[in-house]
């Protein structure tokens, strides 16, 4: 019996290492993740290319060693490379100085020129156009550059800029408006609107005699009727200028520090005023236009005209976000009347509705035979659906699309058949309803047909002419399916690919579980994901890690298949990862998203601590005494938030770049979500008011160059924990723009769980932990910076 004892204490002995999280082998296995997981994927096609106006098509294609690029011809069904890679590597290798492998090619995306015979792309910040026949490539002239093409991406966010500067839009460069006769053209002058002969600087007439310094009319707002008889144009009243200062510490190009300005309007700041004018060209008179239906403008959208020039229509978007109206001007009287007026309790969602996005927002109008009817979204019956108005009256003929469940995006409108390619969520009974799909219906709601039905993630995107697709879907047990099909009856063109995991499955990859849990009234469900180590046992108990981004203007659990995620490596160090979607994301009903209404405070979290109880209780070795959190941005601010308002339930939080006091940050997101004017609920929900009350343990990350949250920000929750004693961690980056740390930040956070959760010392640093971290680091910085690096961003091209 001793014998027997003795050999079970020495097997204990020798299984402590192996048992052991947060080691050496954790931190190797967990770096070195991506790298084995994504080269074991075959075949899978990213967001396919429509080449101009043509049936023709391109993607590129996850194989075994790297990506090819696929060119198809819808008409003939010929599919093959869409260029000689071997050869393209090779000449591109010998003109840029650097070798590339065939399937190792620097760029995701390329646009075909000069009639298909070329491509153009970007390749380390260097224009270039390789000939498809000869297979020889060569750095683009500035002219051929300066077209554009290849980057991947439309490029450009959301901004703050419209919501203090011009109003009108146009070719900022330019300074003159030509009218679309070629006789005319327009210019401020003396801060007021001056016509005169196209070209020249005879028969100058000054239109307006109002305009001065502190109202001047803006170059950038006019527009001319189609018929060249008339022009609409904003006199603006200039708002604050508020001046974000910044001093970047250690600059690559000198010793000294710089400092820099960044133009930044927050919540409650002054707006500029913009006030629309008609003036008639020939009888030199300006057209006053009553601003009763446009009083208090968060924006004015860009003027548009009748193409009978008898009426202009611009958007108004009232301050607040409370109201929403289509405005159509008289242009011979200057009467407004509203056509349109969207005035919800809560918000509007004034993004415009992208239905390939999950973070997108909830705004389309399309105008149908000039205006005689308008195609609208509105959430006004609790969920976002799509509706048909009568232009001249203003009122509602038909609700096009109705249920319990939402419209995500419009794809296309064809007046002449009267029906509409729309994407939504939500349609199909027991399955995940932020599953993008994608239908047609007719304008007077009949006809609604299914064009994706299988049961997943979906990515259509339509030819030019929409007579044909490229369905791409996937979940996150699937690999890509991707198949091209015809618009009139969806039936099936040919098969494009279908992804290949076999590999990846026989490494020991395993996909993340769906759980599904009740929120907080007892019947909505609360989706999430569960990322465990590919070491997990039952047997054992693991520490958790929350991922949160919980900002309104979308939803963000994963959704579609991805050989690699970010949450896999920190699993692997030992802990289960998850990520939830709770009550105040997007793309829901209208009840579930007005949570956050003047409240990002709540984040979800009456819904996540829930969630992770109800995992809890399923599986034992869920450790919800040990759970941790972090975030970057938005879920920056609701990872610190956990801690404040939620500190019982969460142990430990890692907070970057967060807008810790919306008082602080932009005004367009900030004032979106919590209203305007600004009132005690923005207190309410401030990590900088609520720092006294922290509990755990904290890391706070931020970027001293940050131009999408100001660095003060956290600053201000730095000072406030200092004067309330609270203890804490802070990792200042230099020169570093909105961050989550980057490679050093990374580890940062890795070590920080590893300490506080599973209470073990972490690893030493060595240099080749720290090339590893480099590299990875760089991969997902290229992913953020490139939309085309995920599968579900969608382009067309010019041929």
């Known amino acids: 019996m001793r014998r027997v004892a003795l050999f079970g204490v020495m097997w204990l002995a020798a299984a402590v290492p192996v048992l052991a999280q947060g080691t050496q082998a954790d931190y190797d296995r967990a770096l070195g993740l991506r790298k084995k997981y994504e080269a074991l994927v075959g075949n899978a096609a990213e967001a396919p290319r429509w080449i101009g106006r043509t049936h023709k098509l391109y993607y590129r294609r996850a194989v075994k060693g790297g990506h090819d690029f696929i060119l198809v011809d819808a008409d003939t069904s010929a599919k093959g490379p869409a260029f000689d890679h071997a050869a393209i590597a090779a000449s591109l290798s010998s003109a840029g100085g650097k070798t590339y492998g065939p399937l190792e090619l620097p760029f995701n995306a390329f646009d075909f020129v000069e009639n298909e015979r070329a491509i153009q792309f970007v390749a380390d910040g260097q224009t270039w156009r390789c000939d498809v026949a000869a297979s020889s490539c060569r750095k683009a002239t500035a002219a051929e550059a300066a077209q554009g093409g290849g980057r991947g991406g439309r490029g450009g966010g959301q901004g703050n800029a419209a919501a203090f500067a011009g109003r009108g839009r146009g070719d900022a460069a330019a300074t003159v408006r030509v009218s679309p006769d070629g006789t005319r053209e327009a210019l401020i002058w003396n801060y007021n609107v001056q016509v005169r002969d196209a070209g020249t600087t005879t028969n100058e007439i000054v239109l307006s005699s109002d305009g001065s310094e502190g109202n001047p009319y803006e170059l950038n707002s006019i527009v001319w009727s189609p018929d060249s008889k008339k022009i609409a144009a904003n006199r603006v009243r200039p708002g604050y200028r508020r001046e974000v200062h910044y001093v970047e510490s250690s600059p690559a190009d000198q010793l000294q520090p710089k400092h820099s300005v960044n133009v930044y309007a927050k919540p409650g700041d002054l707006l500029a005023l913009p006030q629309p004018v008609i003036f008639d060209i020939a009888s030199r008179r300006e057209i006053a236009i009553d601003n009763a239906l446009f009083p208090n403008p968060y924006d004015l959208s860009r003027f548009e005209w009748r193409k009978d020039s008898s009426a202009v229509t611009f958007e108004y978007n009232q301050r607040g976000h409370q109201a929403y109206r289509v405005i159509e001007v008289d242009a011979a009287t200057g009467k407004a009347r509203a056509v349109i007026s969207e005035e919800p309790k809560t918000f509007f969602n004034y993004r415009t509705a992208n239905g390939n996005l999950a973070d997108s927002g909830k705004k389309y109008r399309f105008d149908v035979d000039q205006g005689k009817e308008v195609v609208w979204m509105s959430e006004r019956d609790g969920w976002n659906h799509l509706y048909l108005y009568d232009g001249a009256s203003g009122r509602v003929k038909n609700q096009i699309t109705k249920g319990r469940w939402v419209v995500r995006g419009v794809q296309k409108v064809d007046e002449a058949a009267r029906q509409i390619i729309f994407s939504a969520g939500g349609m199909d009974a027991g399955k995940d309803p932020d599953f993008l ?363």
């Not at 047997?539 to 050989?563: D, H, L, M, T, W």
């Not at 807008?659 to 979500?673: A, G, L, S, V």
């Not at 990590?687 to 001293?704: F, M, P, Q, S, T």
């Not at 070590?751 to 073990?760: A, E, I, S, Y």
């Open 437 to 799: 799909k994608f239908y047609r219906i007719n304008f007077d709601g009949s006809g609604l047909t299914p064009l994706t039905p299988a049961d997943g993630n979906h990515n259509a995107v339509f030819s030019e002419d929409g007579s044909l697709y490229v369905d791409t879907w996937s979940r996150l047990d699937a690999p890509p399916t991707a198949e091209l099909h015809k618009t009139a009856d969806a039936s099936l063109v040919m098969p494009l690919e279908k992804g290949d995991i076999a590999d990846l499955q026989a490494a020991g990859w395993k996909a993340p579980e769906v759980f599904v849990a009740k929120g907080r009234d007892g019947t909505t469900d609360i989706f999430g994901v569960i990322y465990r180590p590919s070491t997990f046992s039952a047997a054992r108990k693991y520490p958790v890690i929350e991922n949160i981004y919980a900002g309104p203007q979308g939803s963000f659990v994963p959704k579609s298949f991805a050989a690699y995620n970010a949450m896999q490596s920190i699993a692997e160090l030992g802990f289960i990862v998850v990520q939830i979607d709770g009550m105040g994301t997007s793309n829901r009903s209208k009840a579930f998203h007005d949570v956050a209404w003047k409240n990002l405070g709540d984040a979800g979290f009456p819904d996540r601590i829930l969630w992770h109880k109800a995992v809890a209780a399923k599986y034992p070795y869920y450790d919800i005494s040990r759970v941790g959190i972090y975030g970057t941005s938005a879920g920056g601010q609701n990872s610190l938030g956990a801690l404040l308002f939620h500190g019982d339930f969460y142990r430990a939080a890692v907070s970057a770049s967060g807008c810790h006091d919306n008082r602080m940050d932009k005004i367009w997101w900030n004032e979106q979500w919590m209203g305007w004017p600004i009132g005690p609920e923005y207190g309410a929900s401030s990590n900088v008011d609520n720092a006294k009350n922290l509990k755990g343990d904290l890391l706070l990350i931020y970027g001293e160059m940050d131009t999408n949250v100001d660095p003060s920000s956290t600053l201000q929750v730095v000072n406030q924990l200092i004067k309330n004693d609270r203890n804490f961690d802070l990792l200042a980056i230099p020169g570093a723009n909105h961050t989550s740390g980057g490679p050093y930040g990374d580890h940062k956070r890795w070590d920080f769980f590893v300490q506080h959760l599973l209470g073990v010392t972490p690893p030493r640093w060595s240099p080749a932990m720290k090339a590893t971290e480099t590299a990875a680091a760089a991969d997902a910085d290229e992913d953020e910076q490139d939309p085309l690096k995920s599968p579900w961003v969608t382009e067309r091209i010019g041929g």
